[in-house]
Structure formats: C-alpha cells, structure tokens
C-alpha cells in the first residue's frame, strides 16, 4: 500500500488458523474445517452434508496469495469430489506468483461450505509508519490484490488512520458502509465486524489483519470469506499461544536454522552471500553490493553484542546457500570484539568446506588482534579495511579474480 505502510518483520499462520482466531473474537466465518489427509477430507465433508451443505470449496492452506489462479482453491460437489482434490493438493507442492518458482508444500486443506456471494468487499489493518498508527483500508472491489485496485483506481481505496486505544469510530463505519452501498441494518453488522478485527489487530499485536473478500451474502448479511494475520515476530514473546501456530515448512529452511541460532537472517535473491553485526550496517553493506551492480543474497546481522558462537553459527548458514558466490563479511567492531568474530570464522571453517571466495572487513575493536588471528590460520581470504577496497575486492571475488 505504498511507502507509507508498514507490514513489518511478521509471523503468518495458515488461512484456518486466523479464521479460528476470528471466530474467538466474533467475526463471522463460513462452516468448515482443516483436513491433513484426503480421507479425512472425506470424512468430515459427509458431516457438512448431514448439516444441509450440498456444494464445497477446497482450499490448499499455504503461506501465499494467488491460490485460486494456481489450482489452489477449487469447487466440489460431493464429499467423493473433496476426497479427490484433497488428495491431489496435500503432499503436493502449490506454485503462486508469491510464492516462487520452489513453491510451498501443502500440508493441509481448508474445507468449506460455499458462500452464495452478492458483493465483495476489501477491508484490512496494517501499521502507518508515517503516523505511528494503525490504519484502516477499505475497498468496495474485493478478491483481488488491493495493490492491484490502488494502481488502477487509486480513487477507490479509502484510508483512514485511527487512534491506537480507541478502535474503529462511527465516522469510519459510515464513510466505509457508504462506499460498499450498505443499509443501515448492515452498517451495524459492519461496525461490529471493523471492531472486532481491530481488538483482534491490538490485541494480538498484529502487522496486518486483512478480509479479502469479505462478503455480503445473498441473505444480506457480511461473512469472512478468507482471512490473513501476520504477527509482529518481536512481540511474540508476550503471547506464546502464537508461537505455536508457526508451520516451518511454510518458511526458508535457512531462516528458521538462524531463528533457532538466534541471529536474523532473511534469504534474498542474489549471489553476495552478507554477514554483517548489526541492522544498520546490514544496510548499507546491501546498498554498496548493490552499488556495484551485484545484488546481496541475504540479510545476516549476528547483532551488535554476538558471541563467537553466533559467528560459528552463522557463517555455517552462509555456506549453506548455493547461490553464493562470494561471502562479504563486514564486520565493525564496538561491542562485538574484532578477534572474536575472526577466530569464529576460523572455527566455523574447521567445520564447515567453503569452496567461495571470501572478503573480510574487520574495522574497530581489537581489528589488529583480527586481522593476525585471519593471517595465522593459514586460510585463503581477502582482507580489506576501507569500503572503496571492499567494493573492489567483492567485484574482482566475482570475476574470479580473488
């Protein structure tokens, strides 16, 4: 939603899982439930049928938009048809245009009755960083990407930025309810739903919290078609009932190895493997391999009080990655010890065969006793002190000049 909106660092969890969520906090929600298997599937489709369900819909539960264009979600008619799609989505792996070419696997399918739809309608939470507020963003086009409606009809998109502890007023529902055409028995249901989704925004201290669709039914009421909750990661320690909803496989194998080291790492597209101490430098040190024209394959900050354990740790995560082709190691030395960060390196080469060539930058505290313990160890490296030299050396590292 533009510069000024801020997702921020975030935990998702599965489409069922903040469904159930809406369903503690009263936002209504279509009948289903979540299959790990297709006979399960099965099952539990016959008992939604028992209950008067004659049509379903069949959706893979990953962490990614675009399902419905990638086969992820789709219509059956019988509980026999359920079985069927289940079985070809779970254990199967969904390629979106989020998620990349590796795709995510499917573990499991979210089974439900079909809605029958009159409109459809986008509202969602998220964090203006420019305002340090929540703020509400709504749309009478839903079921498409927002960012798609705000390049096209930007017009379309109403934003309304709200007091932290004083939820959503009633100048906001009306100026929504008008936009989506409601009447005035539906603007109450609206306002009880907005308010909902914002104790459950504040609350769970989340990044963002989005209905997309929500719909207004043929029976004239509003319903939570699709629901998304990402959670701010570093609040996650005020609510330990999250933490349990995370599913590793939905994420890179590298990130959660590095959650379980303790240091941050975020996996890139590049071939300029980083590893640097603390997020500013991270930054910068992207900004001048991207400077060069090359492109960082990662974020890797070991942080600014790292141990040497830290160091062996994360170097271990930098070679695992094969796209690799150089390692830059920036290092500026304040409360993290430059000889400490050098003899973890060397360790971690005891363990780990790097065949990459690598640059160094060891600046700051104890850089001499650094640079002896990188000379002393016998290892091919390229040690550098000044950016510009680095920049040269990262270059000629690619060129197969180091």
């Given at each position: 939603?533009?510069?000024?909106?801020?997702?921020?660092?975030?935990?998702?969890?599965?489409?069922?899982?903040?469904?159930?969520?809406?369903?503690?906090?009263?936002?209504?929600?279509?009948?289903?439930?979540?299959?790990?298997?297709?006979?399960?599937?099965?099952?539990?489709?016959?008992?939604?049928?028992?209950?008067?369900?004659?049509?379903?819909?069949?959706?893979?539960?990953?962490?990614?938009?675009?399902?419905?264009?990638?086969?992820?979600?789709?219509?059956?008619?019988?509980?026999?048809?359920?079985?069927?799609?289940?079985?070809?989505?779970?254990?199967?792996?969904?390629?979106?245009?989020?998620?990349?070419?590796?795709?995510?696997?499917?573990?499991?399918?979210?089974?439900?009755?079909?809605?029958?739809?009159?409109?459809?309608?986008?509202?969602?939470?998220?964090?203006?960083?420019?305002?340090?507020?929540?703020?509400?963003?709504?749309?009478?086009?839903?079921?498409?990407?927002?960012?798609?409606?705000?390049?096209?009809?930007?017009?379309?998109?109403?934003?309304?930025?709200?007091?932290?502890?004083?939820?959503?007023?009633?100048?906001?529902?009306?100026?929504?309810?008008?936009?989506?055409?409601?009447?005035?028995?539906?603007?109450?249901?609206?306002?009880?739903?907005?308010?909902?989704?914002?104790?459950?925004?504040?609350?769970?201290?989340?990044?963002?919290?989005?209905?997309?669709?929500l719909v207004l039914k043929a029976d004239g009421h509003l319903l939570a078609l699709d629901a998304k909750l990402n959670?701010?990661?570093?609040?996650?320690?005020?609510?330990?009932?999250?933490?349990?909803?995370?599913?590793?496989?939905?994420?890179?194998?590298?990130?959660?190895?590095?959650?379980?080291?303790?240091?941050?790492?975020?996996?890139?597209?590049?071939?300029?493997?980083?590893?640097?101490?603390?997020?500013?430098?991270?930054?910068?040190?992207?900004?001048?391999?991207?400077?060069?024209?090359?492109?960082?394959?990662?974020?890797?900050?070991?942080?600014?009080?790292?141990?040497?354990?830290?160091?062996?740790?994360?170097?271990?995560?930098?070679?695992?990655?094969?796209?690799?082709?150089?390692?830059?190691?920036?290092?500026?030395?304040?409360?993290?010890?430059?000889?400490?960060?050098?003899?973890?390196?060397?360790?971690?080469?005891?363990?780990?065969?790097?065949?990459?060539?690598?640059?160094?930058?060891?600046?700051?505290?104890?850089?001499?006793?650094?640079?002896?313990?990188?000379?002393?160890?016998?290892?091919?490296?390229?040690?550098?002190?000044?950016?510009?030299?680095?920049?040269q050396a990262v270059l000629s590292a690619v060129r197969g000049g180091a």
């Amino acid at each position: 939603m533009g510069s000024g909106f801020e997702a921020g660092k975030a935990m998702n969890i599965h489409e069922y899982q903040a469904k159930q969520m809406f369903g503690d906090y009263g936002i209504p929600v279509p009948r289903g439930f979540v299959a790990k298997s297709a006979l399960e599937a099965f099952e539990l489709a016959g008992e939604l049928v028992r209950d008067g369900v004659e049509r379903f819909v069949v959706k893979a539960q990953v962490h990614a938009g675009g399902r419905g264009k990638a086969g992820g979600i789709r219509l059956c008619s019988s509980p026999q048809e359920v079985e069927r799609v289940a079985a070809e989505l779970i254990g199967h792996t969904l390629v979106t245009h989020q998620t990349g070419a590796d795709g995510k696997p499917v573990g499991s399918v979210l089974v439900e009755e079909v809605t029958d739809i009159a409109k459809e309608f986008y509202v969602g939470l998220v964090i203006d960083r420019s305002r340090y507020a929540p703020a509400l963003i709504a749309c009478a086009e839903g079921g498409v990407e927002i960012e798609e409606v705000a390049k096209r009809s930007p017009e379309k998109v109403l934003t309304f930025v709200l007091w932290p502890y004083g939820g959503v007023d009633g100048f906001v529902v009306r100026s929504v309810a008008r936009a989506f055409g409601l009447d005035r028995s539906q603007s109450r249901e609206l306002a009880r739903l907005l308010n909902a989704l914002y104790r459950t925004f504040r609350e769970k201290e989340c990044t963002l919290a989005e209905i997309n669709p929500l719909v207004l039914k043929a029976d004239g009421h509003l319903l939570a078609l699709d629901a998304k909750l990402n959670f701010d990661d570093n609040a996650l320690y005020r609510h330990p009932e999250l933490r349990l909803l995370r599913d590793p496989n939905q994420e890179d194998a590298l990130e959660v190895q590095a959650r379980r080291f303790g240091v941050d790492y975020v996996r890139m597209d590049g071939e300029i493997g980083c590893m640097v101490n603390g997020a500013g430098l991270a930054m910068a040190t992207m900004d001048l391999v991207d400077g060069v024209g090359l492109s960082p394959a990662n974020f890797l900050d070991i942080k600014g009080g790292a141990r040497k354990e830290n160091v062996v740790n994360a170097f271990k995560l930098l070679s695992q990655d094969e796209r690799v082709k150089v390692a830059f190691i920036n290092i500026f030395g304040g409360i993290v010890r430059c000889d400490m960060v050098a003899q973890g390196l060397v360790e971690a080469l005891d363990e780990v065969d790097v065949k990459v060539p690598m640059v160094i930058r060891l600046v700051g505290t104890n850089e001499k006793d650094g640079r002896r313990i990188l000379e002393e160890s016998g290892r091919r490296f390229v040690v550098v002190t000044t950016l510009s030299e680095a920049k040269q050396a990262v270059l000629s590292a690619v060129r197969g000049g180091a």
